[in-house]
T-cell receptor, first 117, second 115 residues
Framework: GAVVSQHPSWVICKSGTSVKIECRSL??????MFWYRQFPKQSLMLMAT?????????EQGVEKDKFLINHASLTLSTLTVTSAHPEDSSFYIC?????????????FGPGTRLLVL | AQSVTQPDIHITVSEGASLELRCNYS??????LFWYVQSPGQGLQLLLK??????LVQGIKGFEAEFKRSQSSFNLRKPSVHWSDAAEYFC?????????????FGTGTLLAVQP
């Protein structure tokens, strides 16, 4: 159990376009989802925390108007990279937890590789 | 400030040899501790976790880790490494930033396994 999927697994887009990435919890309800960004050969950088039915909480330095997060249901969160530029190219990973209580394990999706030309 | 340190960026071991990956943390209270493994181009898979209780934790794929409060460490071990264990390993600590389930990750240790 605790399977998280992401779609698409990779995407190539032109500079200036917007890209939407979906994160789904397949066999559990995820009250909280997290979005991370990972640069080559580096660790994960938390971008934002997404709770179902409420606005996402962004980490310092992450542009909320650039990275739009929607957590419309208990099994789906989306990250939209608006007006993408080459510097947005990265590996984006989501994770999900079942409960809001403590402690809880984060289960990760397989990631989405974004390349902006 | 809360932090996680993985001192070894890259480790190479021979297949069948034992393995220990180091993780040290800085945290004001008893942390929740995790080890995740990431294969190239993939997401992270949970190997094991420590919340409380027995300080020696068993995980999947034959891995174990020991929480040592006095040393602020949570090192990952495996008695005999298999070629399929080649991957990147991340130690993580929580809760971070006052939020219940937020984690802070170490910089990772890349494990290579030679025949």
């Amino acid at each position: 159990g605790a399977v998280v999927s992401q779609h698409p697994s990779w995407v190539i887009c032109k500079s200036g376009t917007s890209v939407k990435i979906e994160c789904r919890s397949l066999d559990f309800q995820a009250t909280t989802m997290f979005w991370y960004r990972q640069f080559p050969k580096q660790s994960l950088m938390l971008m934002a925390t997404s709770n179902e039915g409420s606005k996402a909480t962004y980490e310092q330095g992450v542009e909320k108007d650039k990275f739009l997060i929607n957590h419309a249901s208990l099994t789906l969160s989306t990250l939209t990279v608006t007006s993408a530029h080459p510097e947005d190219s990265s590996f984006y990973i989501c994770s999900a937890t079942r409960n809001r209580g403590a402690p809880e394990t984060q289960y990760f999706g397989p990631g989405t590789r974004l390349l902006v030309l | 400030a809360q932090s996680v340190t993985q001192p070894d960026i890259h480790i190479t071991v021979s297949e069948g040899a034992s393995l220990e990956l180091r993780c040290n943390y800085s945290y004001g209270a008893t942390p929740y501790l995790f080890w995740y493994v990431q294969s190239p181009g993939q997401g992270l898979q949970l190997l094991l976790k420590y919340f409380s209780g027995d300080t020696l934790v068993q995980g999947i794929k034959g891995f174990e880790a020991e929480f040592k409060r006095s040393q602020s460490s949570f090192n990952l071990r495996k008695p005999s490494v298999h070629w399929s264990d080649a991957a990147e390993y991340f130690c993580a600590v929580g809760p971070h930033g006052g939020a219940t389930n937020k984690l802070i990750f170490g910089t990772g240790t890349l494990l290579a396994v030679q025949p």
